[in-house]
T-cell receptor, first 111, second 113 residues
Framework: SQQGEEDPQALSIQEGENATMNCSYKTSINNLQWYRQNSGRGLVHLILIRSNEREKHSGRLRVTLDTSKKSSSLLITASRAADTASYFC???????????FGGGTRLMVKP | NAGVTQTPKFQVLKTGQSMTLQCAQDMNHNSMYWYRQDPGMGLRLIYYSASEGTTDKGEVPNGYNVSRLNKREFSLRLESAAPSQTSVYFCASNIPGGVETQYFGPGTRLLVL
């Protein structure tokens, strides 16, 4: 079963609007990561937030983590058509360096 | 640096045929992974190799075998392909310990008829 579940599954917005995606997970974690996947390509790491952090910024990205609710959100501000992609959250799995990925949010930004 | 490379990019097989998907990384990473991604879904871990000389099963290992040839290369083999193995396969690697950020290859699209 998937550790992380993204919501919504799909999101369509106009260029310039903000996009918010949510991720819920089931077990305690020490960090949570967000990845982007452009159509037909591999995943690219966007940002990692540790369990002792509540919010983190990277450019137009803002990630929050609420460990009490076992949830995270990814906010993309002032979206661009180039932000059109699928976004996945990932959480550590097991004792090694493995990750468990959610099902993803497909974001479409219309010009 | 090429990062993580995968070959082939696309392959069509008939049911029962075998093939090997190749993956190589030039980042001196110890850990490597094979995932499959089915349409509209996230990634599921097939096998991983925490370090050279070791391999372990992931969530969906049935029908697959792997070989960690050396530190750079990690191959995935389908001995007898089935239509259920039609998917996009991604290889990834990372540095062990601490941060689990993974670096992904471009993927191999496999169609089994």
């Amino acid at each position: 079963s998937q550790q992380g579940e993204e919501d919504p599954q799909a999101l369509s917005i106009q260029e310039g609007e903000n996009a918010t995606m949510n991720c819920s997970y089931k077990t305690s974690i020490n960090n949570l990561q967000w990845y982007r996947q452009n159509s037909g390509r591999g995943l690219v790491h966007l940002i990692l937030i540790r369990s002792n952090e509540r919010e983190k910024h990277s450019g137009r990205l803002r990630v929050t983590l609420d460990t009490s609710k076992k949830s995270s959100s990814l906010l993309i501000t002032a979206s661009r058509a180039a932000d059109t992609a699928s976004y996945f959250c990932a959480t550590p799995r097991g004792a090694g360096n493995m990750l468990t990925f959610g099902g993803g949010t497909r974001l479409m930004v219309k010009p | 640096n090429a990062g993580v490379t995968q070959t082939p990019k696309f392959q069509v097989l008939k049911t029962g045929q075998s093939m090997t998907l190749q993956c190589a990384q030039d980042m001196n990473h110890n850990s490597m992974y094979w995932y499959r991604q089915d349409p509209g879904m996230g990634l599921r871990l097939i096998y991983y190799s925490a370090s050279e000389g070791t391999t372990d099963k992931g969530e969906v290992p049935n029908g697959y075998n792997v070989s960690r040839l050396n530190k750079r290369e990690f191959s995935l083999r389908l001995e007898s392909a089935a239509p259920s193995q039609t998917s996009v396969y991604f290889c990834a690697s990372n540095i062990p310990g601490g941060v689990e950020t993974q670096y992904f290859g471009p993927g191999t699209r496999l169609l089994v008829l």
